[in-house]
């Protein structure tokens, strides 16, 4: 039946190893189920409630990019876009909680539609293949600097902005010990590496008191207080037209961004970068972030942790569909996932950063105009903390540059349309 379902032994891979490639990837994203929450908590929303539509909400979007997609991307409601709904939107505008879950359901239902009728297709299939290569590496620069500041190996600095931490503490050791192990593991070929490391860290910090016993099992708080809370029609209001299209355009950005790159990292995309059944993934977040709505969480996208099953052999929707089921459970295991820390999987997430950095030797760095704009990719996407500014910046630096140094013939129309809405974008905001 899984055969039938997900064609396992087609995409080179076995039933053991989709298990563990979606535990890997659920391990790895875990702490969004407490960090979002904890965010929608502050205007308002009940922290219980949120706590469980976060969990169903994902749940949903990997079943439906599993079963449907059959893709081993997984999904849940997004970091940044959590951020923006509750400083941006709520804290910010003075809107209503609801109002801003309304905004959220119309700009899941504009995703749909574009989905529908392929346009986020043409999107990612007209995105060129150097600027593919070269978000991939992009995000692989996120990652490593995400898990390094999960570490605390770097901490924020008002002279530098950054700066190293204090890396004889506890949690960086830690972090650089996980590190290490699945580095070990990895290079012979033990596929449950990232696993391993993670249980070996969670257990070594449990041993030296770190963190505290907090129990198994617990049963479900109510979601009564959010579900089909959305307040749609204040969503409609004119004033909110921008927040509905700044809803829209980082999710639209960001899952396609985080596609391409799980995608190219899974070989599950064709010599010119097309990926099968993609009108399926595309539909999926969107699903996910209209029921997502109702039950009463913030935009449900893909996540690029989704790499780090990848890494270990995750090929099919298998994968999604491991981790839909644990995020199922996870409404009755919250206190022991809630043991994991974060430099736990700090570890593991800069493993594959450096995976996701070698599709740089992919590139054609004696081309400049190839050269340019994956630099700008690179050192963008982590510097300015968004995979979706990373793209923009990467397509207006390749379109000028093509263009000044007359190769505009490469540049097609498509590449011309995204760039002026780039442009327009960023003369906007």
């Keep these: 039946m899984l055969e039938k379902l997900f064609s396992i032994k087609h995409q080179g891979s076995s039933v053991k190893t989709e298990l563990i490639a979606g535990l890997t990837t659920f391990l790895t994203m875990v702490y969004i189920v407490f960090v979002n929450p904890a965010m929608l908590a502050q205007t308002g929303m009940d922290f219980g409630a949120a706590f469980v539509a976060t969990c169903i909400a994902a749940a949903i979007g990997c079943f439906i990019m599993g079963f449907w997609a059959n893709y081993p991307l997984a999904l849940a409601p997004g970091m940044g876009l959590n951020a923006f709904f509750t400083y941006g939107v709520v804290l910010g505008m003075g809107y209503s909680w609801q109002s801003a879950l309304g905004a959220v359901f119309l700009s899941g239902c ?12 043409w999107i990612i299939n007209a995105i060129p293949l150097v600027l593919k290569q070269a978000i991939a590496t992009g995000i692989g620069a996120f990652l490593a600097l995400i898990a390094l500041k999960n570490a605390e190996i770097i901490v924020a600095s008002p002279a530098t902005l950054v700066q190293l931490g204090d890396i004889t503490s506890a949690g960086p050791l830690l972090a650089i010990l996980s590190f290490f192990v699945i580095a070990a593991l990895m290079f012979r070929d033990v596929k449950s590496g990232v696993l391993i490391s993670i249980f070996i860290v969670t257990i070594t910090a449990w041993a030296l008191g770190l963190i505290e016993y907090q129990g198994i099992v617990s049963a479900p708080p109510s979601i009564a207080p959010t579900i089909m809370q959305l307040d749609i029609a204040g969503a409609l ?22 596609l391409v790159a799980v995608t190219q990292k899974a070989g599950l995309a064709d010599e010119q970068g097309r990926m099968p059944r993609l009108g399926r993934a595309l539909s999926a977040d969107s699903t996910a972030t209209i029921a997502g709505s109702m039950l009463g969480t913030s935009t449900t996208t893909s996540y690029i942790e989704s790499v780090s099953g990848v890494s270990v052999g995750g090929r099919t929707g298998l994968t999604a569909v491991v981790v839909g089921v644990c995020f199922l459970l996870m409404t009755f295991f919250a206190p022991l996932a809630q043991m994991i820390p974060a430099y736990a999987t700090a570890g593991a997430i800069l493993y594959v950063a450096v995976l996701m950095l070698q599709n740089l030797k992919l590139v054609n760095w004696d081309d400049m105009t190839d050269a340019i704009p994956v630099s700008v990719v690179l050192l963008m996407t982590p510097l300015t903390f968004s995979i979706a500014h990373g793209i923009a910046l990467g397509f207006i630096a390749y379109t000028a540059v093509k263009f000044v140094c007359g190769k505009k013939d490469e540049i097609t129309m498509s590449v011309w349309v995204l760039t002026a809405l780039f442009l327009v974008k960023f003369a906007l905001s």
């Design 237 to 258: 209001e004119l004033s909110m037209l921008s927040v509905v299209f700044a809803f829209l355009f980082v999710d639209l950005f960001d899952t396609s961004g985080t």
């Design 110 to 121: 504009i995703f749909l539609v574009l989905s529908l009728f392929k346009v986020r297709e």
